[in-house]
């Protein structure tokens, strides 16, 4: 009998050793894609790529990947798929630093873009979900602020199966973290200077700025994915700046960071890839690879079952 017990113990071991833990490693990439760049960005998790990448490529990232698709709910470029959709009346304003338009996203008419020509462009391609970019421009016009949750709202109730990745949009976090699985925060203590052409590292009001979204964010049923700038040419930087990156990163429990250059177009770095970060997203659709631990649970199992031979 004493022989069966310990059996069963064992058992119970070998199915708590392999409980799975999901990892929030992920990519930012809008270069080209090729053997090698595939074989680069296998290393994430989570892959956030344009939408135009070939469909081919997605289907073979998607296999063991969450791959979602670039869409801004702002602005348009006017290589999007989808920007011959949108008329000039619905145009409000231009980004001459990325060379984009601001459509007016309070619009009915960029609203039946989105949900009928742009996401459906995007899942046919193979893709998991979707990127929200340029949701700040919430505070540029304030009172177009409803217009956008409701169109978050709306995305999630359409596509209910989707991973949807929000980019920043701080001033509407706690109205839209229930339609989206991750918080993407760009410029993560480090950012691209354009005016001095240079990376840098957040410091005193700014610092202390994105230091209380993350305390907020804390307190929200969602997962953070920091994206911190650096040159990667330039290994000294791109160490110091992990160093940061990441002492900041445990101390607020952000599930995944990714260090960049602010083209995104090389694949760029985990610098805490030998940390191990607060994982997962809420949603289960929200994994990419999984990998097992050895927890509490399996390490007082074993206790036991060495103190049962003991007394046998």
Sequence with gaps: MSRWVELSFLLLLLLFSAVPVSSSSFAVYYGQLGNETLGELGRFNLLILSPTVEPSYVSRLSREHTVVGYLSLATVGGWEPWAGDVPESIIIGKNPR???????????????????????????????????????????????????????????????????????????????APYVDYFLFEDFVTYYNFSARRYEIFKGAELEWELKQLEELQKLNVSVLALGYANLSNERQVEKFGRIVCSYAKKYHVSGVYLAGISLQKVGVEPCQNSRLKGGGKSSNSGGKVGKVCGPGSILLLTLILLWRRFL
């Excluded at 601001?102 to 009928?116: Q, T």
């Excluded at 980019?167 to 976090?173: A, E, L, T």
């Design 98 to 176: 990325w060379g984009e338009r601001v459509v007016d996203f309070s619009s009915s008419i960029w609203r039946e873009v989105v949900l009928n020509r742009a996401i459906p462009y995007i899942l046919s391609r193979g893709f998991n979900g979707v990127f929200l970019d340029n949701l700040d421009y919430v505070d540029v016009y304030p009172k177009k602020r409803n217009a956008m949750i409701e169109l978050i709202r709306e995305i999630k109730e359409r596509y209910p199966g989707i991973v949807i990745v929000a980019n920043r949009g701080f001033s509407i976090k706690e109205e839209i």
